[in-house]
């Protein structure tokens, strides 16, 4: 079945970059149904970036202008540029394939 591995969460502070990857293995039939979900402490978990399909992609509005999601269609892979990050970005950040399968969550943290 499928199975997302995400990497590249970590701690780095404010205004600085992270870029995050899941990787797909399995019978995942696009990278389109993929996406990123965060969920910070106490709050519910949210969308962070998602493809749709056309070629365009849709964004949380805390973080359209700062984020950036793309995929590797030969790796199986989705990223998640991260810039100018803030404290409030900090959470856990999930991969998601739809037939809903999740990732682990990846821990970014984002210091002042």
């Known amino acids: 079945q499928v199975q997302l591995v995400e990497s590249g969460g970590g701690l780095v502070q404010a205004g600085g970059s992270l870029r995050l990857s899941c990787a797909a293995s399995?019978?995942?039939?696009?990278?389109?149904?993929m996406g990123w979900f965060r969920q910070a402490p106490g709050k519910q978990r949210e969308l962070v970036a998602r493809?749709?399909?056309?070629?365009?992609?849709i964004y949380a509005g805390s973080v359209k202008g700062r984020f950036t999601i793309s995929g590797d269609n030969a790796k199986n892979t989705v990223y998640l540029q991260m810039n100018s990050l803030k404290p409030e970005d900090t959470a856990v950040y999930y991969c998601?394939?739809?037939?809903?399968?999740w990732g682990q969550g990846t821990q970014v943290t984002v210091s002042s």
């Open positions: 399995g019978s995942i039939f696009s990278i389109n149904g």
């Open positions: 493809f749709v399909t056309g070629g365009r992609s």
């Open positions: 998601y394939a739809i037939q809903n399968y």
